[in-house]
């Protein structure tokens, strides 16, 4: 079946998921957690055959290790799909009342948006996630995960459907695309009449080609240059503790810290002890010039070090000479995705979190918060880095918009 | 100026904006409407120019009275931005607040987009309301109105900047396009670095023409094929009212309603008398068969006129066998902006709100309410007929994003 095939039938299953009672979409999330459960040893089977496809195409290191499956991975999976058939349902929901002077009552009440898209690159998890996140919200699925992942994906979509047919539910609500064609890809990201929401999650290559691409409303997600400053106010041991904690903790995630900018005042007492732990994590360091004054191990770092997200052990340092410096170098390199500031200094941290223009803005803690389970929100679709709709981790509230049902007595204007 | 320039120095008066106290911003507001009604000798010259071009150009009819300025029309605008002044400040504010039992503080809190990008068509009010409503919740705005209103624009847009300056605010924060060549716009629609958020507000052409070239984030708006419902129980006296209502007080704008369905039940003794109110208001009628059977002067409805949005004095009538027809019908021809249902049965108005797919679904009440003013926000930036962001009228509130700030005490992950 090709993808206009598949949104058709997304598309008219999602009108009869939204009407089903919230026990109903509940008992599908507890059903599709069983049959993952049941199913591992498919589920390995399956991810074996892509860990060899792999293997043969060279895949190594980061990416291998985001696509290999363990058991853990997947208890995780079932464990979100319990947490998230939990969560309080949200559809219905009146989230505003207006009464008018002319008798009109106007409700405005949360809906699903219908049918949601998603792109995504390797981690087979993102699979159940994201479905358990769409049914609990009321939401058909349309899933396009990475071709290395191809047979992962399938063995658990396979599960997923089943789970959904024992809860009586149409397993057309999840709908998988297995053509490896990128023309798929293409029609998804313009199937207007069918889809209603295209979220793009992976890197910046997979980003821009949606944006330049998609006639159907995108959430742009995860693209995360974060920075951390140190303020000259910081206390030194919460400084360390937080800047190994967002580099090393896992760099190849989205919400890790790429650039450690620190305040010259505190530089020489804080870089040289922060650069002796993180290069015994294994990180490679490169700063400005004045950062390798104090510390002869850090690299130069060239421009493009700014702005790269390397997604893996290196961190780019630079000196600044103060808040404002600091500001305006995230200004110009981040991604709006998760900004620090490390301060003892009240008015520092509301002039920070009021001036740094991202979907996440901490004080004193790691990057590494921004997280759809660390919100508490059981999973997540992503984490959006744009203004529209959403920002930051998206849970089951991000997935539903709303529509006004407004009621009269015979008004008339 | 060319467009790049302008939008530079919206993006950098944005900051300041959203930095001021919120008297600042009220204050502005008040300033720009005095500016609007002393000024307005200078408008009224403008916008005689754009008529006389209009008039040699073979503009007649509803687009030359969309383009003419009168006394009240512009009483009308300088209300319009008392009355947005007068709303409560919105930026700031925090929307949810959630505790994690790790000790970190999320808050989600209210901010402006930064700067918003606005296409429109002829009519000059929709200029000192965008401006209005982009200014009270903190954003800058980029003008692009009709080339047809070009002098008209430019006279308001110079009484709004001198407004803000007089507030003590920079006149940047409102820019306006005077350029009429297209590749000004087509470069606007792409200004990622600069527009945060792009609202097309006219025609279907210029909508499908944002969403093809548009790579910044957009709200779709105004595209209004509106239908009432009159249901077997509905009661007759009310269905007229409303049915006359809907179509004849505005036929130009987006939430006129343009066809007319009627239960088979209620058509013998509904159709005839609204038929002739119609008729005597001037409206042409468009119907099936049935209908036709009942209403000899109604002209028989071609395919087209099912998804034809007049904006005229026309409309298109169907007799449905029942409830379920008239879900169909409004589910394939409808532009999920407003619908409405005329109806004594509560069941059948609960499972009408509940299945139809519309920003606005009305119960005994007429689709003319879908306004920024009706619904209590001052004004409008359009009427969103997507699901992402935003639906229905845009206020205040719907120019606006969020950020979370997080406080912690040192944690990591």
């Not at 505003?96 to 008798?103: A, D, L, Q, S, Y």
């Not at 313009?190 to 821009?208: A, S, Y």
């Not at 959006?384 to 709709?389: E, G, R, V």
Request: charge should be neutral.
């Amino acid at each position: 079946m090709n993808v206009v095939e598949k949104a058709k039938l997304a598309k008219k299953a999602s009108g009869l998921l939204a009407a089903l009672a919230p026990q109903q979409r509940a008992k599908a999330l507890l059903c599709m957690a069983q049959e993952l459960e049941l199913g591992q040893s498919h589920i390995f089977r399956a991810n074996n055959e892509d860990l060899d496809a792999a293997g043969k195409s060279g895949i190594t290191g980061a990416m291998r290790k985001r696509l290999a499956l363990s058991e853990a991975k997947i208890n995780g999976m079932v464990r979100a799909l319990r947490q998230i058939a939990q969560l309080p349902d949200n559809l219905g929901e009146i989230i505003e009342k207006i009464n008018r002077p002319n008798g009109l009552a106007i409700k405005k009440v949360r809906v699903p948006f219908g049918v949601i898209g998603i792109i995504y690159e390797s981690r087979p998890n993102v699979t159940a996630d994201a479905a358990g996140l769409c049914i609990k919200s009321g939401n058909a699925i349309i899933l396009r995960g990475g071709t290395e992942a191809l047979r992962s994906n399938t063995a658990i979509v396979s599960k997923l459907r089943t789970g959904l047919e024992r809860a009586g539910i149409s397993p057309e609500c999840i709908q998988f695309l297995d053509n490896p064609d990128r023309s798929e890809v293409h029609t998804m990201m313009n199937l207007r009449d069918q889809i209603d929401l295209l979220i793009p999650r992976g890197g910046p290559g997979l980003i821009q080609a949606t944006i330049q691409n998609a006639t159907i409303p995108v959430i742009e997600t995860g693209v995360g240059n974060c920075h951390t400053y140190v303020d000259a106010t910081a206390g030194l041991a919460m400084a360390h503790s937080i800047t190994v904690n967002a580099k090393v903790s896992n760099p190849a995630v989205c919400n890790t810290m790429e650039t450690l900018l620190v305040h010259e005042k505190i530089a020489p007492e804080f870089l040289p002890g922060v650069a002796r732990a993180l290069i015994s994590h294994g990180v490679e360091l490169r700063g400005c010039p004045r950062s390798r004054k104090l510390v002869e191990s850090i690299r130069p770092a060239a421009e493009e070090d700014w702005s790269t997200e390397y997604l893996g052990l290196f961190l780019a340092i630079k000196v600044v000479s103060g808040f404002e410096e600091a500001i305006e170098h995230i200004s110009k390199y981040g991604t709006a995705h998760s900004e620090a500031i490390i301060t003892e200094d009240p008015e520092a941290a509301c002039k920070f979190t009021q001036s740094v223009d991202a979907a996440t803005v901490y004080v004193n803690a790691s990057t590494r918060f921004t997280d759809g389970g660390e919100f508490g929100f059981g999973a997540e679709m992503g984490i959006s880095t744009q203004k529209l709709h959403a920002r930051g981790p998206m849970g089951i509230n991000e997935l539903t918009t709303y529509k006004y049902v407004v009621e009269g007595t015979g008004q008339t204007r």
